[in-house]
């Protein structure tokens, strides 16, 4: 942060001290390299706090952010390296969305009330990112609790952890599947019926309701075949009656 008896920093400034990271870095003094890239950052905040609408470019910072994360995975220091990786993503990310930003306002009409929120919202964004920053510079200040070869064992450890209980919990439900399929198996038959009734209760209306219009049509059809034999029947007494008749009022030959 910008605190009294700072000096002014500028642009040029920023890209000089960039440029000396750069060359140490080459030259394998990687700490002095460190503090040149720190203090590009610090430098960085101080244009962003005195005017959040400047048109100063963020890139030096975030360039910074990368080389010195370049610098810790040499280390083989993979905390502060994932650290400064992941700040940096995150101010590349907003680099981004205030470019857009700021883009999209210019092909609107000028509203003071707005472009004052969003200068405010900008300003505010990329200090809270320094903040995050100054976290990590505190954090490459203090001991390390482990060692990298300690911190990838911790974490292979940790993996094959996870690896074991996922492989546990499968069995587990693979033994629960085959014991529920065994129970269903041995079941008599008008238990499965009726399980299948309960766990199906939308097939049992279904086919209830096919069953009951199946029966309505075999009741209709007999009925329709019992009319046509009495007509048949009485046809035929109609028949015999009249040729009885008949016979009975021939003349004798």
Same mark, same amino acid.
Not at 19 to 27: F, I, T
Not at 116 to 128: D, E, L
Not at 129 to 138: D, T
């Given at each position: 942060?910008?605190?009294?008896?700072?000096?002014?920093?500028?642009?040029?400034?920023?890209?000089?001290?960039?440029?000396?990271?750069?060359?140490?870095?080459?030259?394998?003094?990687?700490?002095?390299?460190?503090?040149?890239?720190?203090?590009?950052?610090?430098?960085?905040?101080?244009?962003?706090?005195?005017?959040?609408?400047?048109?100063?470019?963020?890139?030096?910072?975030?360039?910074?952010?990368?080389?010195?994360?370049?610098?810790?995975?040499?280390?083989?220091?993979?905390?502060?390296?994932?650290?400064?990786?992941?700040?940096?993503?995150?101010?590349?990310?907003?680099?981004?969305?205030?470019?857009?930003? $700021?883009?999209?306002? @210019? /092909? !609107?009409?000028?509203?003071?009330?707005?472009?004052?929120?969003? +200068? %405010?919202? *900008?300003?505010?964004?990329?200090?809270?990112?320094?903040?995050?920053?100054?976290?990590?510079?505190?954090?490459?200040?203090?001991?390390?609790?482990?060692?990298?070869?300690?911190?990838?064992?911790?974490?292979?450890?940790?993996? $094959?952890?996870?690896? @074991? /209980? !996922?492989?546990?919990?499968?069995?587990?439900?693979?033994?629960? +599947? %085959?014991? *529920?399929?065994?129970?269903?198996?041995?079941?008599?038959?008008?238990?499965?019926?009726?399980?299948?009734?309960?766990?199906?209760?939308?097939?049992?209306?279904?086919?209830?309701?096919?069953?009951?219009?199946?029966?309505?049509?075999?009741?209709?059809?007999?009925?329709?075949?019992?009319?046509?034999?009495?007509?048949?029947?009485?046809?035929?007494?109609?028949?015999?009656?009249?040729?009885?008749?008949?016979?009975?009022?021939?003349?004798?030959?």
């Amino acid at each position: 942060m910008l605190e009294a008896g700072d000096k002014i920093a500028t642009t040029d400034g920023i890209q000089g001290l960039f440029r000396m990271g750069e060359v140490l870095q080459k030259k394998g003094d990687l700490d002095y390299a460190i503090e040149k890239y720190k203090q590009v950052i610090t430098d960085s905040e101080k244009i962003v706090a005195i005017n959040p609408d400047s048109n100063f470019e963020l890139r030096w910072a975030a360039l910074s952010l990368g080389n010195i994360c370049d610098i810790y995975e040499l280390k083989e220091d993979w905390g502060l390296a994932l650290a400064y990786r992941n700040l940096q993503n995150d101010f590349l990310q907003l680099m981004t969305k205030q470019n857009n930003t $700021k883009q999209e306002s @210019d /092909e !609107e009409e000028d509203d003071m009330d707005e472009a004052f929120a969003q +200068i %405010t919202t *900008k300003g505010s964004s990329f200090i809270s990112l320094f903040k995050k920053a100054h976290e990590i510079f505190e954090m490459a200040t203090q001991k390390p609790d482990e060692t990298p070869q300690e911190m990838l064992d911790r974490i292979n450890k940790q993996i $094959k952890k996870q690896e @074991d /209980e !996922e492989y546990n919990n499968a069995v587990k439900k693979l033994m629960e +599947i %085959t014991r *529920k399929n065994e129970e269903i198996a041995n079941k008599p038959l008008i238990v499965k019926m009726k399980d299948w009734c309960y766990d199906h209760p939308y097939w049992l209306l279904f086919f209830t309701i096919l069953s009951l219009f199946l029966a309505a049509v075999v009741i209709r059809i007999i009925n329709i075949y019992k009319v046509d034999i009495n007509k048949y029947k009485q046809r035929n007494a109609e028949f015999n009656a009249k040729m009885a008749k008949v016979m009975q009022n021939r003349p004798e030959l």
